[in-house]
């Protein structure tokens, strides 16, 4: 097969448990011998070129406003299908993919929030959704975001996990006597605020943040302020990160997928601490530590310097994440008892991965009998002679002449 995915986030390098699941996917088909290509958005100013595990990625910057570009790409490449993550805001991607390549469209539902439909979309669409609800297939990485599409597309969706966590055996990163708590992507929608007033109640504690796509200047600055939290910049691997802590913080106050970093961490026997926010419950798998929260009330008409909308955040209970927080750090027994089981958990859940699911559903999907459509050539225009000149002129002249 060729495939094409369409995506506006950074893929070289990644950014995102979005992108690492697509990445996970495609290195995957690529491995079997298929042929793979990504148009993605690009940091750089400059449109590049590049290869990573059989993939050949064209970043283009500001890829959305230059959906052209991947229209380009299709009938250049002609995909068997052409794939779009929901990292697609203005959703003009979709539109581009379903126009250039009809028939061939899988879209793969990641971000609620970036979804063209449904309560927690930041940008409702309906012609978009329609051309959601239309696709040859919607993926989705669990059974609770599947849940999700269907109450408010009317869709069923592909439960298909990525092939994301690697091979056993997967190093036993846990350690009572680190007293380190960790937060990845420390930002407002993350639930920073949760993660400042722990550190500011437990003095005592080491807090650590490790730096992601959604942290602005604002919430580096607040973090700053504290004495006992430090913020680290991105790893090339996580287990970089997890082995500096004792326990994984995840408070998110927006609605959740699934939570790719949780499953890491209890692979890795971290116990961790989590808000029941959407698809979060369905990573934690059973284990304990398991907060409610009041989730995101809306989102104001305005930007923070990541370019995410600013929630609007009620209260919160802090009382619930202090004292699960004293207990993991405090009670050894209940540690290694709570890093026991998400280990455990954590394995259970992938052994049970195939890593080829996602290719079997490509291959079975009808593929379309008509070929993408090649460019239209531009018409060429021809310098006007010297007698089609002088006809125009008075042509045009007769048009000027008071009736």
């Known amino acids: 097969m060729r495939l094409l995915l ?3 986030a950074s893929y070289d390098p990644p950014r995102g448990g979005s992108t690492r ?29 590049s290869s990573s595990g059989g993939i050949r990625i064209h970043a283009v910057p500001s890829l959305s406003l230059h959906a052209g570009e991947l229209g380009r790409l299709i009938r250049e ?16 991607l979709l539109r581009e993919a379903a126009r250039t390549a009809p028939g061939r469209l899988v879209y793969l539902a990641h971000t609620p929030q970036f979804l063209p439909f449904g309560p927690e979309s930041w940008h409702p669409d309906p012609p978009a959704a329609d051309l959601v609800r239309g696709a040859a297939a919607v993926v989705v990485i669990g059974r609770h975001m599947a849940a999700y599409v269907q109450t408010h597309l009317g869709r069923e969706a592909a439960v298909i996990h990525p092939p994301i966590y690697g091979q056993p055996p997967w190093p036993d990163l846990a350690d009572f006597s680190r007293k380190s708590v ?16 722990l550190a500011r109640l437990l003095p005592e504690v080491r807090f650590e943040a490790l730096r ?5 200047p604002e919430d580096e600055a607040a973090m ?6 430090s913020l680290l910049e991105n790893v090339a691997d996580i287990e970089d990160a997890l082995r500096r802590c004792s326990v994984l913080l995840m408070p998110s106050l927006w609605y959740e997928g699934f939570g790719l970093i949780v499953m890491e961490a ?20 059973g284990t304990r530590y398991v907060i409610p929260v009041r989730p995101v009330q809306g989102y104001r008409m305005e930007f923070d310097a990541a370019h995410m909308p600013r929630p609007m955040l009620p209260p919160q209970d802090i009382e ?3 004292s699960a927080l004293r207990r993991l750090l405090e009670d050894e027994d209940e540690y290694w008892a709570e890093s026991a089981r998400s280990r455990q958990a954590a394995r259970a859940f992938v052994s049970s991965i195939d890593p080829d699911a996602f290719g079997k559903l490509l291959e079975s999907l009808p593929a379309p009998a008509e070929p993408i459509a090649p460019a239209q050539p531009a018409i060429e225009k021809k310098p006007l002679d010297e007698a089609r000149r002088a006809l125009l002129l008075r042509e045009l002249r007769k048009r000027r002449r008071p009736q």
């Open 6 to 8: 369409a995506s506006n």
């Open 77 to 92: 490449t002609q995909p068997n299908w052409v794939l779009v993550s929901s990292e697609d805001l203005s959703h003009t």
């Open 320 to 322: 619930p994440w202090v």
């Open 182 to 197: 960790l937060m990845i992507n420390p930002c407002a929608a993350k639930g920073i605020s949760i993660f400042l007033e």
């Open 21 to 49: 699941s697509n990445l996970a996917w495609l290195r995957r088909l690529a491995a079997t011998g298929h042929h793979c290509t990504v148009a993605a958005s690009s940091p750089d100013v400059q449109p590049r070129v």
């Open 266 to 285: 209890m692979l890795r026997a971290i116990p961790v601490i989590s808000s029941d926010s959407g698809g979060l419950c369905e990573a934690k798998r």
């Open 212 to 216: 992601g796509w959604g942290t602005t």
């Open 224 to 229: 700053a302020a504290l004495p006992n939290v």
